[in-house]
């Protein structure tokens, strides 16, 4: 189970958004993602500080 939800859940949940976004928005938002989160290990690495501003911390752990 991932965030409570069961096999069944999930699959209905992509079909779903594959269906508003179709296949390739899919891939593109999941490629953004992607990078969003690889700039955040970035900035974590070079900006350690930004974990200490409380505003920010949540992001930034």
Same mark, same amino acid.
């Given at each position: 189970? +991932? %965030?409570g939800l069961g096999l069944g859940?999930?699959?209905?949940l992509v079909a779903v958004v594959? +269906? &508003? %976004?179709?296949?390739?928005?899919?891939?593109?938002?999941? !490629?953004? &993602?992607?990078?969003?989160?690889?700039?955040?290990?970035? &900035?974590?690495? !070079? &900006?350690?500080?930004?974990?200490?501003?409380p505003l920010l911390s949540r %992001? %930034?752990?």
């Open positions: 189970m +991932i %965030f859940e999930i699959a209905l594959v +269906i &508003l %976004f179709g296949v390739r928005g899919v891939s593109k938002g999941s !490629r953004d &993602l992607g990078r969003a989160y690889g700039l955040s290990r970035k &900035l974590k690495q !070079r &900006l350690p500080w930004l974990g200490k501003i %992001f %930034f752990r």
